[in-house]
């Protein structure tokens, strides 16, 4: 394997399923939809920050860390899934938190509670930048602080995606079947950088689309090409990347990070009740329902093989019951 030679720890239930999505299908007519389902990753509801921790995790008990800490928004999915390994390890963990301590404790928020995690919240100062302070301040109580990056989105983390890419690409070989695009929702980037590392060494010849979150496709293409060229010089592969080689659509920004409209609603809407099956409301939500404007709009023949990589973030919807 591709990443063999890298420490890991085994956290996520691998491989996760590779599912038809056939009643969608019919709904809209085509393109022949699938779903790989890493909201399955198993890790206190999962998710794909789950691959990326079975890497960091590793990273850090070499390192001797008897402490995780890393950042994000109220309901980050990355800080609940790095409070999950935490515990499963043994280590403490502290997550910083974007904002004001919300009036609800709900959602990812409840469960970072339950799994132990210390949580500080930033008021309204800059959240690497109180990140950093925070780690000065657990080294200067005793502790040994591994910091886990934004989204777990380092070489380290995004290792996990090309070793998902291999995944991916082994159930395709025993299942004969062949994706002409996989479409994801991407922000931080490791997950496509990684999908695009294992894509580039292994011989993937469909297209990765990136449906942006909350990046402008320029920002998100620059961090890509960077973070997938260190990615495969972490690995001791050759390529290096550019901007260019990566398929970023940021037409679905909508009123921001986290701003649910129409279009996020109606896709947990229709997938919900056509597949059984969940979506988020601020990644997959988004990413699906710019797909099914793709879609709309003529971008996919009905024959193409779409390959929706559902990135998790469930326990999102239950920190908006607004929504429904
Ligand atoms: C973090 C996250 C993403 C984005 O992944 P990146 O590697 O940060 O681009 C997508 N979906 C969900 C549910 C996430 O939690």
Not at 69 to 89: D, E, L, M, V, W
Request: hydrophobic share 40%; charged share 20%.
């Amino acid at each position: 394997m591709l990443t063999d030679r890298r420490p890991r720890v085994s956290i996520a239930h691998l491989p996760t399923p590779l599912e038809p999505l056939p009643r969608l299908t019919a709904h809209l007519g085509g393109p022949r939809l699938w779903v790989k389902r890493d909201d399955q990753t198993g890790l206190a509801t999962g998710g794909n920050k789950t691959r990326k921790l079975e890497f960091l995790v590793a990273h850090a008990l070499a390192r001797g860390a008897d402490t995780l800490i890393t950042c994000g928004a109220a309901q980050s999915n990355h800080a609940r899934q790095t409070a999950a390994a935490a515990a499963k390890f043994g280590l403490a963990c502290t997550l910083v938190l974007r904002g004001e301590e919300p009036p609800q404790t709900q959602g990812n928020l409840l469960l970072d509670r339950w799994l132990g995690a210390k949580v500080v919240w930033t008021g309204d100062a800059p959240l690497v930048e109180r990140l950093e302070e925070v780690t000065e301040e657990l080294r200067a109580d005793g502790r040994r602080p591994y910091v886990v990056p934004y989204g777990g989105s380092n070489p380290v983390g995004a290792t996990g995606y090309v070793a998902a890419m291999e995944e991916l690409l082994a159930q395709c070989a025993r299942q004969g079947l062949h994706f002409d695009r996989i479409v994801l929702a991407s922000s931080s980037g490791g997950t496509q950088a990684g999908l695009a590392v294992g894509a580039r060494a292994l011989g993937y010849a469909g297209r990765i689309m990136g449906i942006s979150v909350d990046p402008k496709a320029d920002a998100l293409r620059h961090t890509l090409a960077g973070l997938a060229t260190a990615t495969a010089k972490h690995l001791e592969l050759r390529p290096s990347f550019a901007p260019e080689d990566f398929a970023v659509e940021d037409g679905y920004l909508g009123g921001g990070y986290a701003v649910v409209g129409e279009l996020e609603r109606e896709a947990i809407h229709l997938v919900a009740s056509t597949e059984g099956l969940l979506l988020d409301p601020v990644y997959t939500g988004r990413a699906f329902g710019g797909l099914l404007d793709l879609i709309r709009r003529g971008v996919f023949s009905p024959e193409e093989r779409v390959l929706f990589w559902h990135t998790g973030g469930i326990a999102g919807l239950f920190a908006r019951p607004d929504l429904v």
